[in-house]
């Protein structure tokens, strides 16, 4: 198995060098997640994304994009909301079909892997953000990232997107956490209502934009 990665990554590094140069750019776009959950309804959060890519064309209509972003995840539950934000490092594997020259269509999987920088927990809209109000003068709780029981995260995305004269990309992608995701204060308040919270990893579905110079 390790002769066979080792073979497809030399076959891919080649087929860069021996086609166009790739192309540095920014990306970012909107984002909405939520938490998944036996037994628990959470619901969607919108959240945003913004990082540094490098798009390099192989042969075949390939093309390999990895990406650094800073990516704000978050759910609601009970109207108490949350947002972890992670850096996260991505490789989009992209296929795609062109398109009179101009644009070309592509579709793509992206593993991924994160670290989580920082958090909020809001209750705004729930009785306990008056009682903080009340003492803080603010219904937002930073989270102790310290608390936070599993700060690395690692999944999988899917998604498909068009390229406008190799500068511009629009894309959207559905991802899966594979890991479970512990959010510290926030899971705090529903603990005692849960028995296993184990099994909760975020999802989500993001809508995107590259600019490539």
């Known amino acids: 198995m390790k002769r066979i990665i080792a073979t497809i990554a030399v076959a891919l590094l080649a087929a860069a060098s021996l086609h166009a140069e790739g192309r540095p750019g920014f990306v970012g776009g909107f984002a909405s997640s939520t938490m998944s959950l036996k037994d628990v309804s959470f619901n969607s959060t919108s959240g945003y994304f913004v990082g540094v890519a490098y ?3 192989l042969l075949l209509g390939f093309e390999l994009q990895p990406q650094l972003t800073y990516n704000v995840k978050g759910t609601e539950w009970e109207q108490i909301k949350a947002n972890i934000g992670y850096l996260e490092a991505g490789i989009q594997a992209q296929w795609g079909i ?3 020259g101009l644009a070309k269509v592509y579709v793509f999987g992206e593993p991924f892997v994160g670290y989580a920088l920082n ?3 809001d209750y705004s809209n729930s009785l306990e953000g008056v009682a903080l109000d009340a003492l803080t003068g603010s219904k937002k709780v930073k989270v102790d990232m310290s608390e936070v029981g599993n ?4 999944g999988f995305g899917i998604g498909a997107g068009v390229k406008v004269i190799d500068h511009l990309q629009i894309y959207f992608k559905y991802y899966w956490d594979l890991n479970p995701t512990d959010l510290g204060d926030y899971v705090d ?5 849960l028995t296993d919270l184990g099994n909760a990893k975020f999802n989500g579905l993001i809508i995107g934009a590259g600019l490539f110079f």
């Not at 700060?151 to 690692?154: F, K, M, W």
């Not at 308040?189 to 209502?193: G, L, Y």
């Open 189 to 193: 308040t529903v603990k005692s209502k």
């Open 98 to 100: 062109e398109l009179l």
């Open 151 to 154: 700060r690395l995260e690692y």
């Open 55 to 57: 798009n390099q064309p």
């Open 119 to 121: 958090g909020t927990t």
